[in-house]
T-cell receptor, first 117, second 111 residues
Framework: GAGVSQTPSNKVTEKGKYVELRCDPISGHTALYWYRQSLGQGPEFLIY????????DSGLPNDRFFAVRPEGSVSTLKIQRTERGDSAVYLCASSLLGGIEGRNEQFFGPGTRLTVL | GNSVTQMEGPVTLSEEAFLTINCTYT??????LFWYVQYPGEGLQLLLK?????DKGSNKGFEATYRKETTSFHLEKGSVQVSDSAVYFCALSDPNDKIIFGKGTRLHILP
């Protein structure tokens, strides 16, 4: 079966522009997570969806970042007025149920490499 | 808050050497612990996990034991191969199921 997919794989944009990053989770997975991985660092949590709702958005760095999952499947991470510091690999993961203290494995997508010039 | 500290790399070993990558954690409660691996050009993959104290996770010859008394989850392998070259991340999950990662340790295995 298909794994988690993310598009685009690479995105180059200019400072101040708006970008959207898409994640297609594994079919049937109710939990979806976004992480950000800066160069030389481990991934950092951004937001967690259970179904259509954001169950935990405590990792979003500021109000320029927003994510949606309107039908409980595909999710879009939206970044307004991009800054050079937003450059990173954005990872998406999904799990079957979520919310059980790590007892459900999270499957990661290949990531979107965002470069803000 | 919850955090993970792992040894800095890069770690360079010869093939068939013994590997240890140290990992310690700080957490409230009893988190699940993980090792993830990122092979060159590939996505992040779960290598092994342990969900409670004294559990041992194992996969592909790698092992790690959940040590509550020392808050550690060190990764070990008895005989590494060139194909084990990758970046390894120690991680824990908090009660809300988000994963907190260490900074990663790059491993190079020389033939």
């Amino acid at each position: 079966g298909a794994g988690v997919s993310q598009t685009p794989s690479n995105k180059v944009t200019e400072k101040g522009k708006y970008v959207e990053l898409r994640c297609d989770p594994i079919s049937g997975h109710t939990a979806l997570y976004w992480y950000r991985q800066s160069l030389g660092q481990g991934p950092e949590f951004l937001i967690y969806f259970q179904g259509t709702g954001a169950a935990d958005d405590s990792g979003l760095p500021n109000d320029r970042f927003f994510a949606v999952r309107p039908e409980g499947s595909v999710s879009t991470l939206k970044i307004q007025r991009t800054e050079r510091g937003d450059s990173a690999v954005y990872l998406c993961a999904s799990s079957l149920l979520g919310g059980i203290e790590g007892r459900n494995e999270q499957f990661f997508g290949p990531g979107t490499r965002l470069t803000v010039l | 808050g919850n955090s993970v500290t792992q040894m800095e790399g890069p770690v360079t070993l010869s093939e068939e050497a013994f590997l240890t990558i140290n990992c310690t954690y700080t957490a409230t409660g009893y988190p699940s612990l993980f090792w993830y691996v990122q092979y060159p050009g590939e996505g992040l993959q779960l290598l092994l996990k342990a969900t409670k104290a004294d559990d041992k996770g194992s996969n592909k010859g790698f092992e790690a034991t959940y040590r509550k008394e020392t808050t550690s989850f060190h990764l070990e392998k008895g005989s590494v191969q060139v194909s084990d070259s990758a970046v390894y991340f120690c991680a824990l999950s908090d009660p809300n199921d988000k994963i907190i990662f260490g900074k990663g340790t790059r491993l190079h295995i020389l033939p």
